[in-house]
């Protein structure tokens, strides 16, 4: 069986090692973090820090057939790059493309000499404006403005290189695509929806989603990654103003949530792509992948104090005990720990169905299920659509 190491326990392992599982892959979870999430999902679980391990940490590597990173700490990927190149281990991490997609000062410049299409930036594009931090990815230091005196609030704080780009009204899509020295396979396309934090909290995938913008997005997809010669996986979340697709931000690497969504929806399982590559140099095409899809929906509870509330990922990550259960409350996959405490909960959960339509049904069939089970006093679903 092949032997995986996942690097990382939070949402990014989390999703990793429930894919390995589901392909039939042994993961084994590294972590100096004795309670990250991922750790109660693992097949083992290693709990310490590679860059104070010293020889123990460079034997463990020399164990799995692949290193698989879900972490962004700067200092760890440098190591497992260093580390696995010594000892011929795969690493499922391009760092070169890394190193352009952590920065998204760096990418954005790289998009503008490519004429890759992302939005305005300021002061050439007027308020409301969208401010968000150059090296940090999804909802962190997220920020929408309206007037100048908090712009200049924030671009006044020292310590940190800030994107400045226009507010863009329209629905977000999510496209990871798998590289090949530039060559690309590009996956399916998905719907992301935000909380008030602007953190993802749903993602939409099935045979109609993103049908409007699909071909344009994997054009897109190609271009990025033979502008950036990308080996391995890459994440690209774009939004669509109506008229054309604008860049958000790109990520080489395994993401989090949207792999979870396309595998109930496609069977097209991103850890086992990555496997197949990094150690077999197998990169299928495209329409060897996909049959019939079907739709799903994945998002986050959260239940506390009576309240329910379908919540950013934040609320899943440090979340202890959480176990996998199938067909509970209409759900598919029901990722959770309210077995620790009936009062005290989170969950991430996947329902599917034949159409979008379908989905929707099955969901409001489990959210109302879920309410009556639990005596919930109120059901929050915090919105905000970029």
């Known amino acids: 069986m092949t032997r995986i190491g996942i690097v990382g326990g939070q949402l990014q392992g989390l999703e990793a090692v429930y894919l390995a599982r589901q392909a039939g892959l042994e993961a084994a979870l590294i972590d100096k973090d004795p309670f990250v ?8 679980f290693y ?16 164990e799995f057939d692949l290193i698989l990173p879900a972490t962004e700490n700067s200092e760890t990927l440098f190591w497992l790059s260093h580390t696995a190149n010594r000892y011929n281990v795969p690493l499922a991490l391009d760092m070169h493309a890394y190193g352009i997609s952590s920065s998204k000062l760096k990418s954005n410049r790289l998009f503008a000499l490519t004429g890759i299409p992302i939005p305005d930036r300021w002061p050439e594009c007027g308020l409301p404006v969208i401010v968000k931090p150059s090296a940090l990815s999804g909802s962190i230091g997220v920020e929408k403005v309206n007037d100048y005196a908090r712009l200049n609030s924030l671009l006044n704080k020292a310590g940190r290189e800030l994107v400045v780009q226009e507010y863009v009204e329209g629905p977000s899509y999510s496209l990871e695509v798998i590289g090949d020295r530039g060559k690309c396979l590009g996956l399916q396309v998905t719907e992301l929806n935000f909380d008030a934090g602007y953190d993802c909290k749903r993602v939409i995938a099935g045979p109609n989603t993103g049908r409007e913008i699909e071909d344009a997005f994997l054009e897109l997809g190609d271009r990025i990654a033979s502008v950036i010669k990308l080996s391995g996986i890459m994440d690209i979340e774009v939004i669509f103003d109506g008229k054309q697709l604008k860049v958000l931000e790109i990520d080489a690497r395994l ?4 792999p979870t969504a396309v595998y109930h929806s496609t069977g097209v399982n991103m850890v086992s792509l990555l496997a197949d590559y990094w150690i077999q140099g197998k990169l299928p095409a495209r329409q060897e ?5 079907r ?4 998002e986050h509870l959260k239940f506390s104090r009576g ?6 990922e934040h609320v899943m990550a440090g979340a202890p005990n959480l176990k996998i259960y199938k067909d509970r409350f209409f759900a598919d996959v029901l990722i959770t720990n309210l077995e620790s405490s009936s009062e005290d909960w989170v969950a991430t959960v996947v329902f599917t169905g034949g159409t979008e339509q379908q989905v929707w049904e099955v969901r409001d069939r489990a959210i109302n299920s ?14 905000f659509n970029s």
């Open 289 to 293: 992948l996909f049959g019939v899809k």
């Open 307 to 312: 309240t329910l509330e379908t919540a950013g």
């Open 37 to 44: 999430p991922a750790a109660a999902l693992a097949d083992e």
């Open 295 to 298: 739709a799903v929906i994945f």
């Open 255 to 258: 993401p989090s949530q949207t």
């Open 370 to 383: 879920i309410i009556q089970y639990f005596d919930v006093k109120r059901y929050i679903d915090p919105f």
């Open 47 to 62: 709990n310490i820090d590679l860059l104070d391990g010293g020889k123990m940490a460079e034997c463990l590597l020399n």
